[in-house]
């Protein structure tokens, strides 16, 4: 009778553990999983829009040097400022982008022929984000309106790029075309991603 007591605890102490070891593996799988959608989505963007950033820098510089197409530019100026890591956003908005701002400003207005002409983008950025009004620099680059601003502005430049290329075979196999069109691909990685974030 005590032997048969005894496999009895037994069974019920296996199935109890068995429970609990249950009951925890799915606490685990519940936690990594709102772990993952927290940090990790938000972590993506985070990187995203910095690689997104790097392409749109590189391809800044890439128009100045030897990509001379009719695609409009400029409009990697709004891009970067949007999708700019807030780390480095918060340091060009403080007391160095202002230091920055002001050189620009003086070497343009008091000596035009030393500010090289490669230069004005990037002082143009500089410029906005000092002066951007919190609305624009706090609340709209952080939620969903600079996402939008982004995902237009990729759209727009691969679709000019692929029509300046002559079609999307040649934008993919001219000696600039894969370059830039992988720069341009990036781009659109970014506000996809942070729209995932967004909307899910």
Known sequence: MKMWKRMDFQEEAIQLINSDFRDLSLAANRLAHHAIKLGGMGFGASFFGFIAAIAAIYLLIL???NWKTNILTALLIPYIFF????LVFGVFRGEIGKWIALIAVVLRL????????????PG????LIVVAPS?????????????????????YL????IRASGGFRNSFTKAHGISNSIGI????VYPIWALVVILF
């Not at 999708?83 to 807030?86: F, M, N």
């Not at 609305?135 to 759209?155: E, K, W």
């Not at 691909?185 to 659109?188: E, V, Y």
């Open 63 to 65: 128009d100045r040097t």
């Open 83 to 86: 999708s700019l890591p807030s």
């Open 110 to 121: 008091f000596l035009p022929r030393h500010f090289p002409d490669w230069l004005e983008l």
């Open 124 to 127: 143009a950025l500089i410029l």
């Open 135 to 155: 609305l624009i620099a706090s609340t709209f680059r952080d939620n969903i309106v600079g996402v939008v601003v982004c995902l237009i502005i990729a759209c």
């Open 158 to 161: 691969l679709q000019e790029h």
């Open 185 to 188: 691909i990036l781009l659109l």
